[in-house]
């Protein structure tokens, strides 16, 4: 009665729409609580009926155990399993923005947690070198992660689970499975009412948000909308989009089409234990799709606040168009303010920014809150460094690679002692630190064209050491962007 009451809405909970009848204006709907049936006349009508959740077909499904979380009914279930600790082992079903967040909470219920994706990562939205540090986070948690692997069946005894069976055979015994695999916009009634239904399976609005019938609007979850960089359809399922969505429908469908959807760069953000993950835009991956041939990224890891003020590490990959330096994508991770970086990058995207642009960004600027160049901006300094030509970065991934085909490019860590002692990667590396450098010529390879990489915790005294080679005549000289804390692979120490 409270919104009868207060908003003069009549709100019909528990109740469904079974028909819409567009000649006549009218949905017909059913109480599911008391099986009362009726319809109502509209003017105009707004559809916001959300998604549904898939699941992997296979068999088992029936069994006892296996849970979305979807409804409240789901966060109920999940919740009375945490409060009566009966539960020992759980595996969660994908590896998205959903399935990370369940594993951390049945984690840190006391619950044996692995999860199981069947793509190559976690985190899809993330580039692989950044989603396997996130990888190796929730390792470090005490959650198994088990990826390029899917579900073949479920197993059980007596009506409830008991296992699940992998697609390589492999056998897990577990009490419950969390099936996180994605949701699909929840297009039923839309179709059997006759509204236009995109190629992405959504149903199709235009910018006002208005349907192929000019009275019925549609938002949220079972919708398409526009990628504000690509210009293509996108399904783009956050809750955020569906509150601007419902906005935008609500008052077009009040006064006649007076405000736009624009369409989404689709930022997003999850918490990972004590990490954050974030993105906006485009991924490297994701711009080569679309067609963006000429790009160019970098990476920076670099605290969000002074190491006086507890700053804590911060990994970002920035993807931009190489010939216009206009800022195509960003992901970040890491303990720090992930949050932060991802809206100043989200807004320099949907301002059409370049990097030229940013590198000077008046941000405010205190010790607890920010470096005094902060990270957002050093991100644009390294690529601005690289698109001069000043930066021949290389990346984690392409390092590791030229150790495995022996290619043996000579390897520089450029940090003290007292830190090689207590972290290094061992893959061939020499250890030179950067205030002897200029003292130790020769022990670089006397080609002047040989390939060296340089690095050191972060690749800032990697940069450096770069710089007083190429002064000292070497040509050939690469950093290895984003140092140790971007290195995805294991460490000898």
């Known amino acids: 009665m409270f919104y009868l009451n207060a908003k003069d809405i009549d709100a019909r909970v528990n109740t469904e729409v079974t028909a819409i009848d567009r000649k006549n204006h009218s949905v017909s709907f059913k109480n599911i609580a008391t099986g009362e049936t009726g319809s109502l006349a509209y003017d105009k009508l707004v559809i916001a009926i959300g998604s549904v959740s898939q699941m992997p077909p296979v068999p088992g499904l029936e069994l006892e155990g296996i849970t979305t979380l979807k409804s409240m009914q789901d966060a109920d279930f999940l919740r009375k399993v945490r409060d009566e600790g009966k539960i020992k082992k759980a595996v969660v079903i994908g590896g998205g923005l959903i399935g990370i967040e369940i594993c951390e909470a049945l984690q840190l219920a006391g619950i044996e947690i692995t999860v199981i994706e069947l793509l190559p990562q976690l985190l ?7 989603a396997k540090l996130v990888e190796n986070h929730v390792k470090s948690k005490g959650a198994n992660v088990i990826t390029d692997n899917g579900i073949a069946e479920f197993l059980g005894k007596n009506g409830k689970l008991t296992a699940v069976k992998l697609q390589n055979g492999t056998e897990l015994s577990c009490e419950l499975a969390v099936v996180a695999i994605g949701v699909r916009p929840n297009v039923t009634l839309a179709k059997d009412t006759g509204l236009k239904i995109g190629n992405l399976g959504g149903i199709d609005v235009n910018e006002y948000m208005q349907t192929s019938d000019p009275d019925i609007y549609a938002v949220g979850d079972c919708v398409e909308t526009v990628n504000r960089i690509t210009g293509k359809k996108v399904l783009a ?17 009040a006064s006649e089409n007076c405000v736009k959807f624009t369409g989404t760069i689709q930022t997003g953000i999850c918490k990972v234990f004590d990490y954050s993950a974030g993105s906006t835009g485009l991924s ?15 990476i920076n890891a670099s605290p969000d606040k002074p190491g006086f003020m507890q700053g804590k590490l911060l990994v970002t990959k920035l993807i931009a168009d190489k010939k216009t330096g206009k800022v195509l994508g960003a992901q970040c991770i890491g303990p720090g303010n992930v949050s932060k970086q991802i809206a100043q990058w989200a807004m320099t995207i949907q301002g059409n920014l370049t990097v030229e642009d940013i590198i000077n960004a008046d941000l405010p600027y205190a010790p607890p809150f920010s470096l005094a160049i902060d990270h957002f901006i050093a991100t644009a300094h390294i690529m601005q460094n690289k698109m001069k030509g000043r930066l021949k970065g290389i990346s984690c991934s392409e390092v590791k690679q030229k150790v495995l085909n022996q290619e043996k490019p000579f390897l520089i860590d450029v940090r003290g002692p007292d830190e090689f002692e207590e972290m290094r990667l061992g893959i061939g590396e020499t250890l030179i630190p950067l205030g002897a450098l200029r003292k130790r010529l020769k022990e670089i390879p006397e080609d002047k064209n040989k390939e060296i990489t340089c690095y050191c915790k972060i690749s800032l005294r990697g940069y450096e050491a770069a710089l007083a080679l190429e002064g000292n005549g070497w040509k050939n000289v690469k950093v290895m962007e984003g140092g140790i804390m971007a290195w995805p692979y294991p460490r000898e120490k």
Do not use: M
């Open 237 to 253: 399922p956050y809750g955020d989009l569906a509150n601007l969505q419902g906005r935008v429908a609500g008052e077009n469908a």
């Open 124 to 130: 899809i939205f993330l580039d692989w070198e950044l």
């Open 284 to 298: 490297e991956k994701t711009a080569k799709k679309w067609g963006y041939s000429d790009i160019i990224t970098v």
